[in-house]
């Protein structure tokens, strides 16, 4: 079940606010901000250069003994890492006053269905948003999750190369396009040409 849930948080922290989302632009699982330390369940990053831009943390939950317990870790006390946090179990295990200000809830049915009861997420009113996402910002460790996306970024095996070859794949596809937009430019003009054609032979 934990499992489970953690790649679920994984994809709803990619989604988009308009599905419901924070719209990441990447996120990671199971990251540990050190050799000893807090460990992430999932965490994403956006890079957007707004007030929306940060790091949003789901520690997932499967039982309330789990939950009740989380208070007393450490980096709960002070520091920790996610601008913005949130508890993701399944239905009914959290309710939204057991969880600490600033702290968003998700619920999940046995289908994998995310829905936000508390948090940043539940409304997309440009002005709502915005101060629902300026009151419930955490302050965070910015070392540690510097340290965890440097961590992320080392296990691809050459990421300048990854970068190069994505850069070309992204040329080409530009190109293809070039051509497509030019084929079909000639087959209209064809297309008027036949038109014509048989209009002048009527």
Request: glycine fraction near 8%; charge should be positive; proline fraction near 4%.
């Amino acid at each position: 079940m934990h499992d489970f849930l953690v790649k679920r948080a994984v994809r709803w922290l990619q989604s988009p606010l308009s599905k419901g989302g924070p719209g990441c632009h990447t996120a990671i699982s199971e990251a540990k901000t050190g050799f000893n330390g807090e460990i992430a369940d999932a965490i994403g990053f956006r890079a957007c250069g707004t007030f929306a831009s940060g790091s949003v943390l789901v520690e997932v939950k499967v039982s309330r003994a789990d939950f009740l317990a989380d208070k007393y870790k450490p980096h709960r006390q002070s520091g920790g890492v996610g601008n913005w946090r949130y508890y993701l179990c399944p239905e009914g295990v959290i309710n939204v006053g057991d969880i600490p200000p600033g702290w968003g809830l998700l619920w999940t049915n046995p289908r994998g269905k995310v829905t936000a009861l508390a948090g940043a997420v539940t409304t997309t009113h440009v002005v709502n948003h915005r101060e629902l996402m300026a009151s419930t910002r955490f302050e965070s460790d910015g070392e540690k999750e510097f340290y965890m996306l440097v961590r992320s970024l080392s296990r691809v095996a050459n990421p300048d190369q990854l970068n190069r070859l994505l850069r070309a794949e992204r040329n080409k596809a530009s190109i293809m396009a070039q051509d497509n937009n030019r084929l079909r430019a000639q087959i209209k003009s064809l297309e008027c040409q036949k038109f014509e054609s048989a209009w002048d032979n009527t």
